[in-house]
């Protein structure tokens, strides 16, 4: 992953202020109406950063793993950054549409980030579905300060720079002459408050983090890249923000025996050449116990037998898929000399000593067979 951090300057644990602090410096310095040209890409790369590190979901994301950039899609480095972000880099921030400020201190609280897990299910589980208990590090609402992020006993101090507003006022020539522009306060960070003496459990951010088991229903029908959402079981927000979602994505185990095709299975049965040919019932192990599986006489191989029913419970809708036998006739290979006299005798009986080549039209042949039972389809 790109590294957000080393692009604004800024270490891994620096406040929203400090990073904020950062990314105002370099994009007046390297936007192209100051640095040209060459300054244009490495301009980009400090808006993308921003656009990660300057919003909180987005950097819980990024500190575990997952670039939210790359994940939504996102190429260009300047996602997002429109007249209202060079205004607030050249007039100090904060400001709207023609210097229009949101009034009232923002809120310390904010949302927790969505966590993604993966879990592995055999085949069988995806066919029935199971309840899963899994591991996971969540974030929670600190259990000394409750989520206030101040130290027991103590609460936060309007801010003094600011009056408790969370902006301040100042004039900044333009092209247009003064402007007097609204920006966040850079004591509290527009919070309007000071946090002086911060929770040493949680390091002032109202959540700390520990190891959890949450059980998780599987439902019949899954396969590998299927997400299941858990809303409310994400990371605890900052300062007693809502939690975020938890993201369970499932990866299928290959069977040995069984090949799944949508909410359909496949599997092989050999038949000896004598049972193909006089016909038989064979019984076979399914995920749903023994079933028997008729073999007509004359039988050919690669003939299909389908077993309604049998198949992967379909996701969110009621049936199942079913199971194909595909039928493999065993040809012997290692005959005694009895029975390969008994065969002869087979062969004279039959005519078949010095059998005719009789070509056949590909569709009602072996090939065509065998297409037909691999889309599942009965002859």
């Known amino acids: 992953m790109k590294d957000y951090y080393g692009t604004l300057g800024v270490s891994r644990d620096a406040t929203e202020a400090e990073i904020k602090k950062a990314y105002r410096k370099l994009a007046r310095e390297l936007h192209p109406d100051v640095a040209g040209a060459e300054g244009e890409e490495r301009f980009k790369e400090v808006a993308a950063a921003y656009d990660v590190l300057g919003n909180a979901d987005k950097r819980a994301q990024y500190d575990r793993g997952v670039d ?19 205004f607030e ?4 921030g904060g400001a709207g549409p023609f210097g229009q400020q949101q009034r009232g201190p923002a809120s310390r609280t904010q949302r927790g980030g969505d966590t993604l897990v993966h879990t592995e299910v055999t085949l069988e589980e995806a066919v029935f579905g199971v ?32 009056n408790g507003t969370g902006s301040v006022q100042r004039v900044a020539r333009s092209l247009l002459g003064n402007v007097m522009t609204t920006a966040p306060c850079p004591t ?25 088991t949450v059980s998780v229903d599987i439902p019949a029908g899954v396969e590998t890249g299927t997400r299941i959402r858990m809303t409310g079981v994400g990371d605890a927000g900052v300062a007693g923000g809502q ?13 040995a025996v069984f090949e799944r095709r949508g909410a359909d299975l496949h599997c092989t049965l050999e038949v000896p050449m004598t049972a ?12 749903d116990g023994p079933q028997e599986v008729d073999v007509r ?7 299909t037998v389908r077993l309604k029913g049998l198949g992967v419970g379909r996701l969110q809708r009621q049936g199942r898929g079913d199971l194909f036998v595909h039928l493999d006739v065993v040809t012997p290979t290692d005959l005694t000399d009895e029975q390969a006299e008994l065969l002869h005798q087979l062969a004279k009986l039959r005519g078949e000593e010095a059998p005719e080549a009789r070509l056949a039209p590909i569709g009602g042949g072996v090939f065509s067979r065998l297409k037909d039972a691999f889309l599942g389809r009965e002859r």
Request: charged content about 15%; glycine content about 16%.
């Open 297 to 303: 006489p004359g039988t050919h191989a690669g003939s």
């Open 243 to 255: 939690k975020g979602d938890l993201y369970i994505e499932i990866r299928e185990r290959a069977h």
């Open 188 to 212: 509290c960070g527009g919070y309007g408050s000071t946090i002086d003496t911060p929770c040493t459990d949680c390091s002032g951010q109202g959540r700390t983090h520990s190891r959890h």
């Open 68 to 86: 939210p950039r790359s994940a939504s899609g996102g190429a260009g480095g300047a996602q997002g950054f429109g007249f209202e972000d060079i």
């Open 131 to 162: 309840t899963r208990e899994i591991q996971v590090d969540l974030a929670d609402v600190c259990s000394t300060c409750h989520g206030s992020c101040c130290a027991p006993g103590t609460h936060p101090n309007g801010c003094r720079q600011c």
């Open 89 to 92: 880099t050249f007039f100090g």
């Open 276 to 287: 193909a040919a006089l016909g038989t019932v064979l019984s076979v192990e399914t995920f």
